[in-house]
């Protein structure tokens, strides 16, 4: 692979940390608002466990997902130098992310009624959907692991 592609993907691997970075920050500081300075949570004493799992899993979910973007562009541009496009070590790392994406899409669609104080709690396609979108890539992506091997064993 040539300097300038591995150029554009480390640059681009940048700006998608960059932007993860903003959101990171804009999540934080948005759940310290809700929690600690407006105190916008509606505390409903049924659902106080309840609402405690969704307010904290939405959180670490996020960070689990920013963490493992992180792992992810790291990985695939150390090993650009390395002469490999598609890391094996990714793979297992995204079926993981198939697993945090169900539990954030899960904890986000319930996020606004928990902090409102609604007993409602909602299991929509999109728990469902996301996770299987990221696990086909998974899949998508052993594809090119085992075809780059086969064809760097041929050569």
């Given amino acids: 692979m040539n300097n ?14 960059f932007i993860a970075t903003v959101y990171f920050a804009f ?8 929690l600690w300075i407006h105190k916008t949570v509606v505390w409903n004493r ?15 979910a996020s960070a ?11 990985r695939t541009n150390r ?7 598609f890391p094996k070590s990714n793979v297992s790392l995204l079926r993981w992310t198939a697993l945090v994406v169900a539990l954030a899409t899960f904890v986000q669609s319930n996020y606004g ?17 996301y996770p299987l979108v990221v696990l086909f890539f998974a899949g998508l992506y052993k594809i090119a692991y085992l075809t780059a091997k086969d064809s760097s064993l041929a050569i």
């Fill in 4 to 17: 300038s592609t591995q150029r554009s993907i480390r640059w681009l691997s940048v700006a998608i940390l």
């Fill in 27 to 34: 999540l934080y500081s948005q759940t310290i608002d809700q």
């Fill in 46 to 60: 049924d659902k106080r466990v309840w609402q405690i799992f969704i307010i904290a899993g939405r959180f670490i």
């Fill in 64 to 74: 689990l997902l920013y963490v493992f973007c992180w792992i992810f562009l790291v």
């Fill in 79 to 85: 090993s650009l130098k390395n002469g490999t496009i």
């Fill in 113 to 129: 009624d928990v902090i409102s104080g609604c007993q409602v709690s909602v299991l929509d396609g999109n728990t469902l959907f």
